[in-house]
Nanobody, 125 residues
Framework: QVRLVESGGGLAEAGGSLRLSCEAAGRIFGSYSMGWFRQAPGKEREFVAAVTWSGGSTYYTDSVKGRFTISREYAKNTVYLQMNSLKPEDTAVYYC??????????????????WGQGTQVTVSS
């Protein structure tokens, strides 16, 4: 059983930056992709970014390309989401996800085995 624990959410001004972290607590056997979804008030949950176990492949939704960067730190079993040039439209609850033996694109399509509880990101106008 794996728990995904997010941190790093908070308040930011438009044009500012935040860095989200997600630690996978518990042993995971084999390779797995990790990523992020988000859900804004009144909107459907949407994919944001994903990275493979090897870190060799990343996948982003069009609205965050060039602004967000996903990465992994294997020693801490942690995935990060560096968010730059934030916009008010980025305001949402951000959820960490993980998929065992899943590609980054498949994870982005929703084939996830584990979901975190979410962390709030609010960007002022």
């Amino acid at each position: 059983q794996v728990r995904l624990v997010e941190s790093g959410g908070g308040l930011a001004e438009a044009g500012g930056s935040l860095r989200l972290s997600c630690e996978a607590a518990g042993r995971i056997f084999g390779s797995y992709s990790m990523g992020w979804f988000r859900q804004a008030p009144g909107k459907e949950r949407e994919f944001v970014a994903a990275v493979t176990w090897s870190g060799g492949s990343t996948y982003y939704t069009d609205s965050v390309k060039g602004r967000f960067t996903i990465s992994r730190e294997y020693a801490k079993n942690t995935v990060y989401l560096q968010m730059n040039s934030l916009k008010p439209e980025d305001t949402a609850v951000y959820y960490c996800v993980a998929g065992i033996q899943t590609t980054a694109q498949a994870l982005g399509a929703g084939r996830a085995d584990y979901w975190g509880q979410g962390t709030q990101v609010t960007v002022s106008s």
